[in-house]
C-alpha cells in the first residue's frame, strides 16, 4: 500500500472489556513498532517487531498488553481488561528494516475507555 | 537511559519568517540518531529531517534545517520562510545506533504560523 494504515481510526470500550488494534504496515517493510501517545505527550514506545517475533516488548506497561505479527506483516496489538488510563492514542510504523531506518507513521488509532 | 527534552510546549511565527524550535536530550552513547517529526491534527507523524550524529554537517531539507551541537547535546530545528501549513506539534527524537531500534520521544512543541 502506500503507507501505514491503522484500523479502527477510534475505538470506544467499556472499562474491563477486550480490545484489538490493528496495524497494516508498508509493503515489504520488515520492521514493525507500535507507540503509545497520551494526550500532551510525545509518543512512548511499546514494542518493536522484526519479521514474525518481537525483538523488543520491553516498552509493554504489564501483562494486559500483548502484540503478534504471525506472517511478518500485520500486527494486532490487543488489551485485555481495558483500564481508563488505557485510553491514549495508539501510533504504528514500519521502516523497511535494516538498521536504523526511518520508521514510516500510520494515523493511530485513538482508544476511550470509559 | 536516553531522554529527550523540548523546553517550548508552545511557539508561535508569522508567515514567510524564520523560527528555531529547540531540542536536547541525554544519552551516554556516542553514536545514534535523531530525528524531527512533524505531527497536523491528522495524527500522523511525518519525518522532516534526520541527523545521523558521526557527521559534522547539519542536514538540511529543503526550508529545515537543524543545528546539530553534539558536545552540548543540543539538536534545533529552523524552519525558514514560515507556510500556515507548517502549523503542527513538533517532536524531537532519539535512536541509538546498534541497539533497539526504538525511538524515544520528546514531548513535543505546539508551532502556529500566523497569516
Known amino acids: 500500500g502506500a503507507g501505514v494504515s491503522q484500523t479502527p481510526s477510534n475505538k470506544v470500550t467499556e472499562k474491563g472489556k477486550y480490545v484489538e488494534l490493528r496495524c497494516d504496515p508498508i509493503?515489504?517493510?520488515?520492521?514493525l513498532y507500535w507507540y503509545r501517545q497520551s494526550l500532551g505527550q510525545g509518543p512512548e514506545f511499546l514494542i518493536y517487531?522484526?519479521?514474525?517475533?518481537?525483538?523488543?516488548d520491553s516498552g509493554l506497561p504489564n501483562d494486559r498488553f500483548f502484540a503478534v505479527r504471525p506472517e511478518g506483516s500485520v500486527s494486532t496489538l490487543k488489551i485485555q481488561r481495558t483500564e481508563r488510563g488505557d485510553s491514549a492514542v495508539y501510533l504504528c510504523?514500519?521502516?523497511?528494516?535494516?538498521?536504523?531506518?526511518?520508521?514510516?507513521f500510520g494515523p493511530g488509532t485513538r482508544l476511550l475507555v470509559l | 537511559a536516553q531522554t529527550v527534552t523540548q523546553s517550548q510546549p508552545e511557539m508561535s511565527v508569522q508567515e514567510a519568517e524564520t523560527v528555531t524550535l529547540s531540542c536536547t536530550y541525554d544519552?551516554?552513547?556516542?553514536?545514534?540518531?535523531l530525528f524531527w517529526y512533524k505531527q497536523p491534527p491528522s495524527r500522523q507523524m511525518i519525518l522532516v529531517i534526520r541527523?545521523?550524529?558521526?557527521?559534522?554537517q547539519n542536514a538540511t531539507e529543503n526550508r529545515f534545517s537543524v543545528n546539530f551541537q553534539k558536545a552540548a547535546k543540543s539538536f534545533s530545528l529552523k524552519i525558514s520562510d514560515s507556510q500556515l501549513g507548517d502549523t503542527a506539534m513538533y517532536f524531537c527524537?532519539?535512536?541509538?545506533?546498534?541497539?533497539?531500534?526504538?525511538?524515544?520521544f520528546g514531548k513535543g512543541t505546539k508551532l502556529t504560523v500566523n497569516p
Open positions: 517487531f522484526q519479521g514474525t517475533g518481537a525483538a523488543d
Open positions: 544519552t551516554s552513547e556516542n553514536n545514534y540518531y
Open positions: 509493503s515489504g517493510h520488515t520492521a
Open positions: 527524537a532519539f535512536m541509538t545506533q546498534g541497539g533497539s531500534e526504538k525511538l524515544v
Open positions: 541527523q545521523e550524529a558521526y557527521k559534522q
Open positions: 510504523a514500519s521502516s523497511p528494516g535494516t538498521a536504523q531506518e526511518t520508521q514510516y
